[in-house]
């Protein structure tokens, strides 16, 4: 329950709500038990007066005695209905002030988390799932909500109803009020039971949709992976096995759930057959009156929904403490990137890197011992094989990670004493997974400069050689692209993505293996872009192909985490090392295509 506590805050900020709404419910509460004590005197003025009736039959005060008794029961008519409008307009401000906070404070944590969550770094992603931390966001923060909301309204509801009908009751008659209640708490022990249950055997139920929902989402956007490898048949099998799952899960809870109304209408039934009937033996004795009997019976109807709501609330506070203890996890993790600067800085672009060494996990270092300098505007070509470590270079450029050993200098400073935000901003990186938003291309490529202008956007567009492409799309640049860029294609994906990083017009541009899915053609026509943008930027080209690399001042030849070759295009060649046979192996290949393709990629080389 303590972690429950930490939506203290939250609950203060909304004081007013929570005070004038815990006010109305008890008005709510009061006005709800009234009408019982007006219906007790009308049946016993009812009563007497009929037998007045009955000996003043004949006489001439006879109709002006009829006329009083209704008038009278007209006007109790009345208090009640009264009595009820009053009762629902109370109801009516509690759920706006109540409710109406706890929706609030739901939006407030539902922000809170979402921001907490945007300031983590990379690593904490690598821990979490998307679907623990969106179950997280959503499940978990209505739980909560509903303690704030519900909880929190049924239990000063239940308190106050008690209070006003049990006072009642005992002024009534002791004996038969401790008689009529005795079934109750039964009710609400085992309500608490039933819902235990119900929460156990629904929480299964739930597990089981969102395996079927991820089933389906994943299907569904490997769709053509399915296709193309004909295994619909099977699918449809897996999948009925899970629905027949879900199906078994919820016919167990519906179960449990029909034992509910059942339970509830006996322990009832059992309270009403002891007022009739004792009340009925002391009606006799005229102990009572038989208007007490009427009016016991409605307190006890009326104490049945508190009384049921007790157990579930308990068991609502119970399932929210667990939500928030799992809310407080997330909240409480801090993010291992920090920003030490809160002043912002302009980046020249110089990069140093004096003795790196980086692993993901303490025991294998990825990049070792790597000792580099990039002058400002200079580029840099990093080539090497699959899982050398190329993109985590990248990575620590844009302080995705920090360094275990050695230190990156960016413009002579250390890059951790640099104001992230700066640091981020000023560097356009292309990462090797594409990323695209389900938006128009023009709000993809205006991502990476919120301000900026159509005509930016088609200048870098063209940059990226994507321009003839959106050309022929039937929106044009306005096209939305269908989630994460499904309607284009590879190649077309990359130039959008690169657009996005060169839009920025950044001092330092980092390019990760993002001409890998054009064409020789295109890549060429790409590259006699970048030249020009490239120009006082200090640009890190990573890539398999010498092509995309060969023009750059300086190319590293990264082997397990460490250079094992620098130099020029031309030093590389002469000194007939793995950057040497990486170029005799793309020329070779080259030599292997047709006639015309070689002319032109020759010249490309
Ligand atoms: N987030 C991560 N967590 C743990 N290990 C990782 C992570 N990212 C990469 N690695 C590991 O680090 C090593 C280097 O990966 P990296 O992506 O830097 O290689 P690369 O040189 O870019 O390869 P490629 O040419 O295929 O893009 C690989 O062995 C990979 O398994
Ligand atoms: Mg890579």
Redesign the pocket.
């Known amino acids: 329950m303590r972690s429950l506590r930490t939506l203290n805050p939250y609950l203060w900020k909304y004081k007013t709500h929570l005070l004038s709404g815990i006010v109305f419910v008890m008005f709510s509460a009061w006005f709800g038990t009234l009408p019982a004590q007006v219906i007790r005197d009308v049946l016993d003025m009812v009563r007497d007066e009929l037998q007045i009736l009955q000996l003043i039959k004949g006489y001439y005060v006879h109709s002006y005695f009829y006329t009083f008794v209704r008038d009278t029961l007209l006007l109790s008519g009345a208090t009640v209905l009264l009595f009820a409008i009053l009762r629902g307009f109370f109801l009516f401000l509690t759920r706006q002030t109540l409710i109406v906070m706890s929706r609030r404070i739901e939006f407030d944590l539902k922000n809170d988390i979402f921001n907490h969550l945007q300031s983590l770094s990379t690593d904490f992603y690598?821990k979490y799932s998307t679907g623990d931390i969106l179950a997280r966001i959503g499940e978990d923060v209505s739980r909560v909500r509903m303690y704030i909301g519900p909880a929190i309204m049924y239990t000063v509801s239940t308190v106050t109803m008690f209070i006003f009908v049990l006072a009642t009751m005992f002024s009534v008659n002791v004996w038969l009020t401790l008689i009529v209640i005795i079934p109750l708490p039964i009710l609400s022990i085992s309500i608490y039971y039933v819902n235990i249950t119900v929460n156990k055997r629904s929480e299964k139920v739930q597990e089981q949709l969102s395996n079927l929902s991820t089933f389906v989402q994943e299907h569904f956007s490997g769709i053509r992976i399915m296709k193309a490898f004909e295994r619909e048949k099977s699918v449809n099998i897996r999948f009925s096995e899970n629905a027949e799952e879900y199906k078994k899960r919820s016919l167990h809870l519906a179960k449990v759930n029909a034992f509910w109304l059942p339970v509830i209408s006996l322990l009832i039934g059992i309270s009403t057959l002891f007022t009739v009937w004792i009340g009925g033996i002391w009606v006799i004795q005229q102990k009572i009156t038989l208007g007490n009997i009427a009016e016991f019976v409605l307190y006890v109807s009326m104490l049945t929904w508190p009384i049921a709501s007790l157990g579930w609330v308990t068991s609502l506070v119970q399932r929210a403490a667990a939500s928030q203890t799992r809310i407080n996890e997330l909240m409480n993790i801090q993010p291992s990137i920090v920003n030490k600067n809160p002043n912002e800085s302009n980046i020249q672009g110089k990069i140093t890197l004096k003795n790196v060494s980086f692993g993901?996990t303490d025991e294998q270092n990825?990049l070792d011992n790597i000792s580099l300098e990039i002058p400002k505007g200079s580029s840099l070509g990093i080539m090497?094989a699959?899982?050398?470590?190329?993109?985590?270079l990248a990575q620590l450029l844009v302080r995705m990670y920090d360094i275990k050993h050695g230190q990156i200098l960016i413009d002579d400073v250390p890059i951790q004493e640099l104001n992230l935000n700066s640091l981020r901003q000023q560097i356009g990186y292309v990462p090797?997974d594409v990323f695209l938003f389900s938006d128009t291309i023009y709000n993809n490529i205006a991502f990476g400069k919120i301000d900026a202008t159509e005509q930016e956007v088609m200048a870098v567009a063209q940059k990226a050689a994507i321009l003839k492409d959106i050309e022929h799309f039937p929106d044009g640049i306005q096209t939305v692209i269908g989630e994460r860029g499904i309607t284009l294609s590879g190649g077309q994906k990359q130039r959008i993505s690169l657009a996005r990083a060169i839009i920025k017009n950044p001092p330092i541009l980092i390019l990760d293996?993002c001409l890998s899915a054009v064409d020789t053609h295109t890549e060429n026509e790409i590259l006699s872009h970048l030249a020009e943008v490239k120009q006082n930027k200090t640009t890190i080209i990573i890539s398999h192909r010498i092509s995309s690399v060969k023009d750059c001042d300086n190319i590293i030849i990264l082997k397990d985490g460490r250079i094992a070759e620098q130099g020029s295009h031309e030093a590389l060649l002469a000194l007939g090392g793995e950057y040497a046979r990486l170029y005799e192996e793309q020329t070779t290949v080259i030599s292997s295509v047709t006639e015309s393709t070689i002319s032109s990629t020759i010249v490309e080389i």
């Open positions: 690598r993901y990825i090497g699959v899982g050398s470590g190329k993109s985590t090797q293996d």
